[in-house]
């Protein structure tokens, strides 16, 4: 039997693998050089590089690891400020194709995004029981401005999945950071309510005793309280809900993330589920890029659709982002009333995030 076939010298190789097992020292703040720590020299699959920065919290680990069994994924960026490397270490022994990398502190940001296709934000702080997600504003948003100015400058062709909360007002934001650099494209500016559907489909299915993976609800508006606004008159497979349970579908979908973050009692928030649900997103925005037909999600995205700047809907994915916005489609009378609802309060958030980077 002939032996596998190497391209390079068995001490080569020793080296290579002694090179990663001692990474440079990159403890917060220290650079060194442009190729971080790489998990390995060259990788098995050829795919999208994807980054995401928040890759050691709660969302990003589970993540990152869902996103290095993605067979889509070539190459995958870790970015965070803190303990990167043992996240990067831990996820780089799954045997599956993708290279991972990882990046530690402001001084590796740029290094981290530089190149991507894809960026996944789900950098910062998470609510803690009575906080609503606009009190995260303060920390979170200065966040994703530093952010998506590192990837304005670095990876202005690449899509961006914005997860950290107030999703409603950090979306506006990101928007405004890339209007600045002069790279904005507003299809390639994503807010992940995919966890808003992910629930909405579950909720539905349990009521309605149906399998979740057969349930289509779409929800749209924004991603808090009664901007949250699930379309039960148009799920599909068509269903016939009693008063009651569209009142108790409506509370329990706007309310999942807070149910959430109570039953976790001051941990935190929804994270695996949120992984979850950004893989299922994240992988619709890979397939579009990759020119696959038919991908249709819904997102929180600048929109004409209601006189709002930005708005979620279904849209349809492709190579250039987000290529198409379906209209909302028929409302009946209380999904009218819950849409003026959150329009009102979707203006606010809106306001508040496009005033943060104009002022
Ligand atoms: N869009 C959605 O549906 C959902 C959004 N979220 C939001 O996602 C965000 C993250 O939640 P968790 O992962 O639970 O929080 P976490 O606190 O567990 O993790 C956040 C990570 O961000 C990192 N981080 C902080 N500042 C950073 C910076 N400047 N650059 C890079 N990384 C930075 C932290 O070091 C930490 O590792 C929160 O804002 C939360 O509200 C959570 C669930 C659902
Ligand atoms: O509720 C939160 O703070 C986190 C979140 O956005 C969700 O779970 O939908």
Not at 281 to 301: I, N, P, Q, S, W
Request: net charge neutral; hydrophobic share 40%.
């Amino acid at each position: 039997m002939q032996p596998t076939s190497c391209s390079s010298e068995p001490n080569q190789r020793i080296a290579r693998i002694a090179a990663h097992l001692n990474p440079p020292n990159t403890q917060m703040g220290e650079s060194s050089g442009p190729a971080r720590w790489n998990c390995r020299a060259k990788g098995g699959s050829s795919g999208f590089k994807v980054a995401i920065l928040g890759a050691a919290g709660g969302i990003g680990q589970p993540l990152a690891m869902l996103m290095k069994m993605n067979p889509l994924v070539s190459v995958l960026h870790l970015y965070d400020v803190v303990n990167t490397h043992g996240v990067t270490a831990d996820i780089s022994h799954m045997d599956t194709g993708a290279v991972v990398r990882g990046f530690l502190g402001q001084q590796q940001l740029e290094d981290a995004v530089t190149g991507v296709d894809v960026v996944i934000i789900p950098a910062g702080v998470p609510r803690k029981p009575g906080m609503t997600r606009d009190d995260l504003f303060n920390i979170n948003a200065g966040i994703v401005k530093t952010l998506c100015e590192a990837i304005a400058k670095c990876s202005p062709q690449a899509i961006v999945n914005i997860i950290s909360n107030p999703v409603n007002s950090t979306v506006p934001i990101a928007a405004e950071v890339f209007k600045k650099a002069g790279t904005y494209d507003p299809r390639r500016v994503l807010g992940v309510t995919m966890l808003d559907v992910v629930r909405a489909n579950t909720f539905v299915g349990e009521v309605m005793g149906l399998d979740p993976r057969e349930v289509d609800c779409p929800v749209v508006g924004g991603h808090a309280g009664v901007t949250i606004l699930p379309l039960l008159s148009q799920v599909k497979p068509p269903c016939s809900f009693t008063q009651k349970e569209i009142d108790y579908l409506t509370d329990r979908i706007q309310n999942g993330g807070t149910e959430v973050v109570e039953a976790k009692a001051g941990t935190g928030s929804a994270t695996l589920s949120m992984a979850y649900a950004a893989v299922k997103f994240a992988d619709a925005c890979l397939r579009g890029l990759r020119g696959d037909a038919g991908v249709v999600e819904c997102a929180y995205v600048s929109s004409q659709v209601t006189e709002l700047p930005f708005f979620a809907s279904k849209v349809r994915l492709g190579r250039a982002g987000v290529e198409e916005i379906y209209p909302l489609g028929p409302l009946n009378e209380y999904e009218r009333a819950g849409l003026e609802k959150a329009k009102k309060e979707l203006a606010e958030s809106i306001q508040k995030g496009v005033s943060f980077v104009r002022k």
